[in-house]
């Protein structure tokens, strides 16, 4: 069923349009944009932010007077 429904959306001409609703919202159920709910997943994991944290150098032997 899913190889069919991909089949049809390969011609749609509101794919993207329909793809994007779908990364938009967690819809689980369904071929939305050609794509299945763990294809739609991998496609967000790819767009998450990578968080960098500064390295921040400290100094360890302070003396306090």
Not at 27 to 49: A, Y
Request: hydrophobic share 40%.
């Amino acid at each position: 069923r899913a190889s069919a429904a991909k089949l049809l959306c390969s011609t749609c001409p509101v794919k993207d349009l329909c793809l994007e609703w779908a990364l938009d919202r967690p819809e689980v159920r369904g071929i939305w944009g050609g794509t299945s709910f763990k294809e739609r997943m991998k496609m967000l994991d790819k767009l998450k932010p990578v968080i960098v944290r500064p390295v921040v150098k400290t100094r360890t032997n302070f003396r306090f007077s």
